[in-house]
């Protein structure tokens, strides 16, 4: 098998081209930090992968000369190393992207990259909350604080993330100038991309209680959501809350903070909600991604698929 090799020790040409095509995907694609993280890990893995395998430094140009038994060597590697079928799709994706941009630059032939097969793994569905243990939810969460202030204030985010569809990040990243809540909210998502979600009435009196009751006053600058001494709220004290609710409530360990966005998504394809609306609520650049977050059977897509191509 062939040796790892230290990414460091890429070629000067090679590391340059790295940095330049995280740029790029940085300032016109909006990519999030964490995600340029991950294509700066698999793709310096895969270029000194390149490096060992071929017993030279190599230039961009090179990626010309990769052959499908190269990628085969690279992905067999992956594998012996102890990576799983999704991470190494997930680096696939990265490595093509990256071949891609650098064959338009340098004008060699990338097929044998694109060409590469993804290896193949089933993708965990969600599991979403019941409309009713969705609400139970809400009304259990008030309880398991004895401070009434914070229960308000776990009542409103949780009654955010579901109402709304909103991540965790999302609803904690709302600043004092969010309040009071309007008819809609501008988001801004993974990867810096905004959308419009419509506030129900129910979160935006959530969000007015808590406010009434806070110790802290609203601030534009300052998260509206506060923790007991006035900073922002951890994520882990809401995942906390719902852990103790969901305990009293009897529900699986999977009814998290993040169940709560899914159970968003499919109750409203339940309810007749159409897949491209629903896909531009929950700010999903593909609308596989949607199909997966509602988790709903196939009779139902069916049934949206039959009222969108009604046979002639």
């Known amino acids: ?51 060992v395998h071929k017993g030279e430094s190599l230039g961009v140009a090179a990626l010309g000369q990769v052959t499908v038994s190269d990628m085969r060597a690279w992905m067999a590697f992956e594998r012996g190393r102890g990576l799983g079928a999704r991470s190494l799709a997930r680096a ?18 990338p097929t044998a990259v694109l060409s590469a097969r ?8 969600p599991r979403p909350l019941t409309p009713e243990a969705a609400r139970e939810m809400i009304d259990t969460v008030e309880t398991q604080t004895p401070n009434d202030w914070v229960a308000a204030r776990d009542v409103a985010i949780v009654t955010l993330l579901y109402g709304c569809g909103l991540r965790i990040s999302e609803g904690l990243g709302l600043t004092g100038a969010d309040h009071p809540l309007p008819d809609t909210l501008r988001i ?44 922002p709220v951890n994520p882990r004290l809401i995942r906390k809350a719902m852990q103790s609710a969901r305990m009293q409530l ?21 309810a007749g909600g159409d897949l491209r609306a629903i896909q ?33």
């Open 1 to 51: 098998m062939t040796a790892a090799a230290d990414p460091a020790a890429l070629s000067a040409g090679l590391r340059d081209a790295l940095a330049q095509w995280l740029s790029h995907l940085k300032a016109l694609d909006g990519a999030a930090e964490q995600t340029l993280t991950a294509y700066r890990r698999d793709v310096a893995g895969f270029l000194a992968f390149l490096t």
């Open 250 to 270: 009897g529900l699986p360990a999977t009814a998290t903070p993040h169940a709560l966005r899914h159970s968003f998504a499919t109750h409203l394809l339940a």
């Open 188 to 231: 801004r998502g993974k990867g810096g991309k905004e959308r419009v979600v419509p506030v129900l009435p129910a979160a935006r009196e959530a969000v007015a209680a808590y406010v009434r009751a806070c110790p802290w006053p609203v601030e534009p600058e300052r998260p509206l959501f506060r923790g007991v001494r006035g900073g």
């Open 280 to 312: 531009e609520l929950l700010g999903h650049a593909s609308l596989s991604t949607t199909q997966a977050y509602t988790a709903v059977d196939q009779a139902r897509l069916m049934e949206v698929y039959e009222k969108a191509h009604p046979k002639a």
């Open 92 to 109: 696939l994706s990265a490595v093509k992207g990256f071949a891609a941009w650098a064959a338009e630059r340098e004008g060699f032939d």
């Open 118 to 125: 993804s290896p193949k793994y089933r993708r965990k569905l």
